[in-house]
Each structure stands twice: as C-alpha cells, then as structure tokens.
C-alpha cells in the first residue's frame, strides 16, 4: 500500500489524522510550557521530523542524495530552514533564547517574591498580592512585585507567564497567589532519562499505529488491545484496580521473557529487527478525552 496515497485519498481520512496528532500531542503540551518552549519550538521539532522523514523517503526512491532547495520544494519549507535542520543548527528565529530569558525573568520574579520583606511574611512565604494596585500603600500588589524585580517589562505580560508555567495563580479575580518556588522547567530538571525512556516509548506505539494503517492485511497488523472500565471508579478503587493491573502485566511480561530467552538461540532467519509489547495504565473522562483527576468509562475494545 503506498502511505502518500492513502493520507491523500479521502479528506475525511486527512482530518481524522489530524485530530490524531492533536489528541497525541495534547497531554504533552503542559510539559512544553513547564520547559519554557513556544508553540514556535514545538512547530520547529515537528518540521524537523518531517524533514528527516522526507528526506528519507526521496532518498531511497531515487538512489542518491537530496538537495536542500529540492527537499524544500516538496516539504513546503525555504532552503534556510531546511538547511538548518539537516545540519542540526537552530533557525534565524529560534525562540530559545526567548525561552531562556523568560525562564530566567520569572526566577527574578519568584526570588523577590520569596525574599522581599514587602512581598513575603514570616519564614519566607509569599504573601497574596492585589491583582491591581490599591488606594491603601499599606496592601501588596503584583504590579509593585514586578516593578521591583522586573521594572522594565509588563506586569501582565509577566503575569502570564507566571500563570503558564505553573508558579502562581488569580484567586477571585482580585489576588495573585504564588503556587511554587521555582518555574517547572526547574524543578523538573534531572528527569533527562525518563523523558528518553517515555520518548522511546512513544515512538514505539506510534510505530505500531503507523504499521497497522499501512497494512491491508489484518493478519499483517500488529495486534492492539484497550480496556476501560465499564463504570467510573473512585479514588480507593483506581488504586485498586491499578495495583491488581501491575500484578498481571509483571506475571504476563515475565512468562513472555523467559519464552524469548528460550527460543533467542535457536535457528532463525538473519534479522536486524527487534520486537516487543508495551503496556500503560491510563485514565479518561466518559467522552473518550485525558480528565484532570477522574476516570471514565467506555466499553473495552479490540482490533
């Protein structure tokens, strides 16, 4: 089956793949903004993979190498970008240093509010402050917070990108209360190695979504299982339900490993291909979508 011709066949098929990517992309956009990346650096590592993918694909139907301005053409990007891409060199208006300065604005901001006898009380916690300055010079304000730390930019602007990465909040509409120390991207630093082993394991259930809609055979597909539960279940029964889920997949995994270790030397045909299975644990609202705290329910599914 050729890919390119099926994604371009039928409209709706187009749609119904874009909402795919939408839905993927979805739960991870909050860690994006903790990072301190712009929606310009998340479209800059979705063209980049596109590019490598194209760049793949000519390369091997035509048996040489692809030129940048050709590669541009196709991929509908200038030659300056997809040369920067190919040479692993960020664009003219990479947003990073941006980013950077964002991040480092909203730790000026926060040191202030922790450290400042005007904006924190005793043993440094930070005090609500009015959304807008006050008649009474005695009250607080975030406007004055950010005139202290950051005289030179809006406190809106700074307001927002406090609220983005997490780090403060509006109460009633009058009060800014901060809701941590440090930005996000911060505090989530040392989770280098989690995000590799999560980014490998993304990649390898896109992999299989990818094999499966390329497959016209149902006998060639690589077989996908979903269960939910019927009803939605509380707190206590999520644990439970979790801990019996882990206690299964360890004994399913484990049966699974010592097979391969048995059958890994016996005689088998050359491969450079490995293969493997991957299970989650997640949770969703009644209407199929990621909730904040609870669990939904749909009927259990297969294909």
């Known amino acids: 089956m050729n890919q390119s011709a099926a994604v371009q066949a039928d409209p709706q098929e187009r749609r119904a793949f874009e ?34 993918e194209m760049e793949q694909r000519l390369t091997s139907e035509r048996g040489h190498e692809i030129s940048d301005a050709r590669l541009a053409i196709v991929a509908g990007m200038t030659r300056g970008e997809v040369a920067h891409i190919r040479r692993g060199k960020p664009s003219a208006d990479a947003s990073r240093g941006v980013s950077a300065d964002q991040l480092q604005r909203i730790g000026i901001v926060l040191t202030v509010w922790h450290t400042n006898p005007r904006f924190s009380g005793a043993y440094g916690v930070p ?98 299982r979903l269960l939910t539960s019927d009803a939605p279940l509380s707190q206590r029964m999520r644990k439970t ?30 491969s450079d291909h490995r293969y493997g299975v991957g299970v989650f644990f997640f949770e969703e609202l009644g209407d199929g979508t990621a909730p904040a705290n609870d669990e939904g329910s749909i009927d259990p599914c297969e294909h």
């Open 127 to 224: 005090i609500d402050l009015d959304l807008e300055p006050q008649d009474d010079s005695s009250r607080r304000s975030f406007p004055g917070l950010v005139e202290v730390a950051c005289a030179e930019f809006p406190e809106k602007v700074t307001l927002d990108e406090l609220i983005a990465h997490g780090v403060a909040e509006v109460v009633g509409g009058t009060l800014v209360r901060c809701k941590a120390r440090a930005a996000m991207a911060n505090m989530r630093s040392g989770k280098t190695n989690l995000l590799k082993q999560y980014g490998r394991f993304l990649q390898r259930a896109s992999e299989t979504v990818a094999h499966n809609f390329a497959m016209e055979e149902p006998g060639e597909r690589y077989f996908d």
């Open 19 to 52: 909402r795919l990517l939408e839905s993927a992309l979805a739960p991870l956009m909050p860690i994006a903004i903790g990072y301190g990346m712009t929606s310009n650096d998340v479209a800059r590592a979705a063209r980049a993979v596109y590019v490598h």
């Open 241 to 270: 339900f979790h801990t019996r889920a882990v206690t299964a997949t360890d004994s399913y995994l484990t049966e699974l490993d010592s097979w391969l270790s048995k059958v890994a030397y016996e005689p088998n045909e050359p």
